[in-house]
């Protein structure tokens, strides 16, 4: 396709990450390493991430190679000697991943997933993990809460023409689905992943028409079960002329709903739900747009509006207010032993770990991180997706298997998360007594 920049997948990856894969080559080390994927922090008014891109990241490792391109395209950087160039042409990722699926509420400090390989096929894939794990979380995390403030009214996302790029549209969409948005407006994202698409109409149908009813009626006849954007001009004005259309067209009339896109939308919820009942129009639905957020999704559902769905675009396309996680891929462990970070507030604990999500009566209380081989106290949340660089079962979840996932999941999330305003207290969670044991043992070794 012309308009995309030519490149070989496996490139997409930080120059660091090859060098320090030459570096291991020509050492000699190949010992298995454990990286572990976690965020730090959540941001402001999150009280919850909902993990999203592990579908991608198992795509992208079962079909890692470095083409004849990419070899010649590293050469040509002369960094890289022609023995590590020729290693690279039978370079396959062989381990295995440990993940959270789809789907899944996660914490601060909670492995998303673990990945168990030959160091350098481990390190190499960081780049790849970190930005699907990191833009999908990030965009079902806001997703969930827009869905959370619509109280069961549809949210149809028309985020696509703002959002950051085809890939963050197309993979958005993907994460926006998991979230439980009802529709997209991105014919691609729909074709790709078999989702409902929705849309209309823009202001420009109507303008391009010298009388708004001609619009109407045109657009009706040809589309007849459409949504009429009614605010071009003069928003009651519009519905008013919606009801003479119906008049006109009688049986004939199948208008699904009108827009509101701008103006007091509280205010003219109420007053055109009232003239198209008065008209018998009860079946004519109201869709509202126009710079909505959850916030603004929020204050109209306690109002009462009598809205019954939401298209929101920029803000949740590209998270407006929480754009980027603290998301790390840090090594826990090399050839058999534990590794640590003791960087002042970038502390990493060592070793394979588990997340044990503790309930009471069906509800989440607490998680535990511990060590992977202890036993559990809780649910066990990282399931083995991948070995020796094959999927598993666990790692064949359809995108609507990761949507129902989503549910079931939030609704074990005691309702102080669920809602759009600080949780608290906050979730607490805690480290195993088993894993601080051998983060302290280890944190003495290390500080000679």
Known sequence: MGFRPQFSSALLTDLYEL??????????????????????????????????????????????????????????????????????????????????????????????????????????IETFAMNQIHLQTVLASKAARVVDAAQGRQIVDFGFRRMHGIDAGMKGVRAFHIAGVSATSNVAAGQAYGLRVAGTLAHSYIQA???????????????????????????????????????????????????????????????????????????VEIFASGGLNEDEIGRLVAAGAPIDGFGVGADMGVSADAPSLDIVYKLVEYAGRGRMKLSTGKVVLPGRKQIFRVERDGVADHDVVGRRDEAPCGRSLLQHVMKEGVRLPEGQVTL????????????????????????????????????????DKLRKVLKF
């Open 19 to 124: 060098t320090m894969l030459q570096a291991y080559f020509e050492e000699r080390m190949c010992d298995v390493a454990v990286f572990s994927l976690f965020v730090r922090r959540l941001p402001d008014r999150r009280n919850y991430l909902l993990a999203g891109g592990l579908d991608d990241v198992l795509a992208f490792l079962e079909t890692l190679r470095f083409d004849q391109a990419a070899i010649a395209y590293l050469d040509s950087l002369r960094r890289f000697s022609d023995r590590f160039l020729h290693h690279l042409e039978e370079f396959r990722f062989t381990g295995d991943v440990y993940a959270v699926p789809e789907g899944t509420p996660i914490f601060a400090d909670e492995p998303v997933l673990e990945v168990a390989a030959p160091i350098g096929e481990a390190q190499l």
């Open 209 to 283: 028409h010298d009388d708004e009813y001609e619009a109407f009626r045109t657009f009706a006849r040809l589309n007849p079960d459409t949504v009429l954007l009614v605010d071009t001009y003069d928003t009651l004005a519009g519905i008013r002329k919606v009801i003479d259309l119906s008049r006109e067209l009688g049986p004939d009339f199948r208008v699904h709903a009108v827009r509101l896109d701008s103006g007091d939308l509280c205010d003219l919820a109420f007053r055109a739900r009232r003239l198209l009942d008065d008209a018998g129009l009860r079946a």
């Open 400 to 439: 609507d298997d990761a949507r129902a996932r989503a549910r079931t999941e939030l609704g074990r999330l005691p309702p102080r998360l669920r809602g759009i305003q600080p949780a608290s207290p906050p979730y607490r969670v805690d480290i195993s007594a088993a894993l601080a044991e051998e983060a």
